[in-house]
Structure formats: C-alpha cells, structure tokens
C-alpha cells in the first residue's frame, strides 16, 4: 500500500511563528503536492513539485513555501503565520503516467493564534 | 476556466435510496474526472474515475455519468449504505495537476 504521512496531526503555532509541515511518501513517486482544505472550499493547491528540488506555484501560493532535498520528502512552510492560515493541510503524492490517481496523507489541522 | 462546480453542498439519503453528485466544468482541455472520497480524520481517497471520451462507468454501486456536450458529469451512489457517509470531491485533471470541487457531504440514515 502507497503511505503518505505527516509529521503532525495537530499543531498549534503562534502568528508570526515560522511552520514547518513535513510529508513523506514511501512509493518512490516522482510527484509530490501541497492543498488546504478549508469548509465549502474543497481542497486548493498550494505548490506542487515534479521532480527533487524542483517546484511550482498552485493556486493559492502566497504566505507559502516549499522545500523537496529528497525524492520521499515534501516540505511546505509558512515563513511567518497568519491567522488565515488556520486550516487542513493535505500532503499527495502520484506516480507520473497516472495523472487523477493522487495519494493523500491524513493531514495536518493547523491552528495559528 | 479552471473551476470545476459542485452540488450540493451536503446531501441526507436513507438506507438504500440513490445519491446523486452534481459536478460541472468550463476548461475542454481537462482529460480525466474522478471522484475521491473523504471519511473523517482521513485524507481523501480516489474512488472512481472517468475519461470524457467515455459517457458511463461504474463499478459496484457508484457509477459516474459524463455528458460532455453539457460539460456536466454526476456520481451516483445506488443502495446508499451508511458506511458510504462521508465527503465527496469531483476533479479534474489537466497539466499535471487536479482540480478539485468544494465538496458534498453525504450522510445516509439507517
């Protein structure tokens, strides 16, 4: 079974505080994305990233950025928290060649106070 | 356009009636539609998934309706059973990446 986890179900920060969310997927996808998720919103794409090191822009990437050093390795970051970044964050993973078949992780509800 | 509208917001079935999903789309560049379903405290999961070259799919009980003339394609759920209590999320692929509706809460009484 492909697993996609993340470092924390639960977090609490500060506003200002600088957030590390990490993902890690153990199927070798070449794939890797970043979504909130917010109520009647659905799910909107932060960054995604095609390959180690590189990224590019979702739809929703400002306050945001990301880092992929290694292929199994996806980390998104909030360089200084805002209140409006309180939210679900879903990290996904794919295998290229399979373009709708994306594998969530359980996500990480953040709270920014 | 790359919105993909979803309806209705939230959905209450009994035991073994039909649930529908409505999902509908602007961009002709999209090149698959699939369904992913979400259960509490869990990330979504794909469930289903259609070609728009394809006008019908179905596996088991959920079956996916494509209409490509109307830019409209739907999930039907027969035999609602509670266990299928949960989010549902149309998208659409293109480039590389999904685009997702705002989601359909779905709650089957017993």
């Known amino acids: 079974d492909v697993k996609v986890t993340q470092s924390s179900r639960y977090l609490v920060k500060r506003t200002g505080e600088k957030v590390f969310l990490e993902c890690v997927q153990d199927?070798?996808?070449?794939?890797m994305f970043w979504y909130r998720q917010d109520p009647g919103l659905g799910l909107r794409l932060i960054y995604f990233s095609y390959d180690v090191k590189m990224k590019e822009k979702g739809d929703i990437p400002e306050g945001y950025s990301v880092s992929r050093e290694k292929k199994e390795r996806f980390s998104l970051i909030l360089e200084s928290a805002s209140t409006n970044q309180t939210s679900m964050y879903l990290c996904?993973?794919?295998?290229?060649?399979?373009?709708?078949?994306?594998?969530f992780g359980p996500g990480t509800r953040l709270t920014v106070t | 356009q790359q919105q993909v509208k979803q309806s209705p917001q939230s959905l209450i079935v009994q035991k073994g009636g039909i649930s529908i999903i409505n999902c509908a789309y602007e961009n002709t560049a999209f090149d698959y539609f699939p369904w992913y379903q979400q259960f509490p405290g869990k990330g979504p999961a794909l469930l289903i998934a259609i070609r728009p070259d394809v006008s019908e799919k179905k596996e088991g009980r959920f079956t996916i309706s494509f209409n490509k003339s109307a830019k409209q394609f739907s999930l039907h759920i027969m035999d609602s059973q509670p266990g299928d209590s949960a989010t549902y999320f149309c998208a659409a692929s293109a480039t590389n990446k999904l685009i997702f509706g705002t989601g359909t809460l779905l709650a089957v009484q017993p």
């Open positions: 199927m070798d996808h070449e794939n």
């Open positions: 996904a993973s794919r295998v290229t060649g399979a373009p709708y078949e994306q594998y």
